[in-house]
């Protein structure tokens, strides 16, 4: 086994501290990767604190994971030790239902293995990315560009690949209208992607001092929620809509924004399930979707892609023994717009 070092969770609401643990031994078809950035997900705080149910403790959060590699099995045929890697949202899937033969491993009809919080096909608790080390079945593995900074690569293995899949799925770009809710760590990546395909973007915030902001992460337009002049000059206007926001709020009043054959895809997983009215969605055939993370495939799609225009995403790197105010600043949006840990602060 091998030995590693990093911070966890004992139990729910408790705040993260140092943690030994163990790693498997490199199997023939696994990858050893040193990790040198990890980003921190909202998803991280619910599953510390239980939010969602069903948390294994001690948990060692983290799932948008950079390093380098240390050691390949005898069997490995697409990496090499010292390249760059990265390691996303899943570890594991059964391999054999319709999703994962189609590429969609994220929608295992089995359960997909989480990086974290999870239990692999020992049983065995998975331990994320706040860690020195990792061992991952190189099939389960992205390809990292040396091209970019890596801290800046880290969160796009979660934030960035959950916003670059509805984009794709529903070809999004040229000639469509894009509005984006809430400009956070999933948010500011919506803009720069959904610009970057060519989309005409309309960021819809609460906040209005994010203006200036959203201009320069590449959006067009901007629209203070709370005017209603201005949600007014919105309305029925936008062919999509990304909705990030994990907070509680109302979906007709975002959907309302749609034209006719109108399209509003859930990223963000509220505390409580919202209403909708029926004729907010049969009056203009709008529809309400929702979208997951990317499966192998299309996420080093997106990390090419993002290698290809330079896009990365806009973090602020801490040390690790700062984690657990770093979720209190993201519980109050405090951060422009993703916090990174630096792991030699291990």
């Keep these: 086994m091998i030995p590693v070092k990093g911070y966890a969770a004992p139990k729910a609401k408790i705040p993260l501290a140092p943690f030994k643990f163990e790693r498997r031994e490199v199997g023939p078809h696994d990858i050893q990767i040193e990790i040198l950035y990890c980003g921190v997900c909202h998803s991280d705080i619910h599953q510390v604190r239980d939010e969602w149910g069903g948390s294994i403790f001690p948990m060692v959060p983290g799932h948008e994971i950079v390093g380098k590699i240390t050691k390949v099995g005898e069997h490995v045929t697409k990496f090499k030790v010292g390249e760059t890697a990265g390691v996303g949202c899943f570890v594991d899937s059964c391999r054999q239902c319709p999703s994962c ?6 929608y295992c009809d089995v359960g997909m293995t989480g ?24 099939n389960y593995t992205l390809r990292i560009s040396d091209n970019l900074p890596l801290a800046g690569v880290a969160p796009l293995l979660c934030a960035g690949i959950t916003t670059y899949s509805p984009l794709r799925e529903w070809k999004i770009g040229n000639g469509h209208k894009l509005g984006v809710v809430g400009l956070g760590g999933l948010g500011h990546m919506a803009v720069k992607l959904g610009a970057s395909l060519g989309a005409e973007v309309t960021v819809l915030s609460t906040s209005a001092s994010k203006k200036a902001d959203a201009k320069k992460l590449g959006a067009h337009n901007f629209v203070h929620v709370s005017d209603p002049e201005q949600v007014k000059a919105v309305a029925g ?13 109302e979906y007709d009043f975002y959907l309302q924004m749609l034209k006719l054959d109108g399209t509003m895809v859930l990223l963000g997983v509220p505390p409580e399930a919202p209403q909708v009215a029926a004729f907010n ?7 309400l979707a929702g979208s997951l993370i990317g499966g192998i495939a299309e996420t080093q799609e997106m990390l090419d892609y993002c290698a290809e225009y330079g896009i990365t995403s806009d973090v602020e790197i801490i ?11 993201m519980l109050k949006g405090d951060v422009r717009y993703r916090f990174v840990i630096d792991m030699a602060s291990l």
């Design 281 to 287: 969605l049969i009056m203009k055939r709008r529809r």
């Design 101 to 106: 033969l189609a590429g969609l491993e994220q």
């Design 115 to 138: 990086t974290y919080n999870g239990l692999d096909k020992e049983g065995k608790p998975t331990y994320g990315g706040y860690s020195n080390q990792i061992v991952v079945d190189e």
């Design 237 to 249: 206007s936008l062919d999509f809509i990304i909705n990030t926001i994990s907070a509680q709020h």
């Design 319 to 329: 040390n690790i023994d700062y984690v657990n105010e770093a979720y209190e600043r």
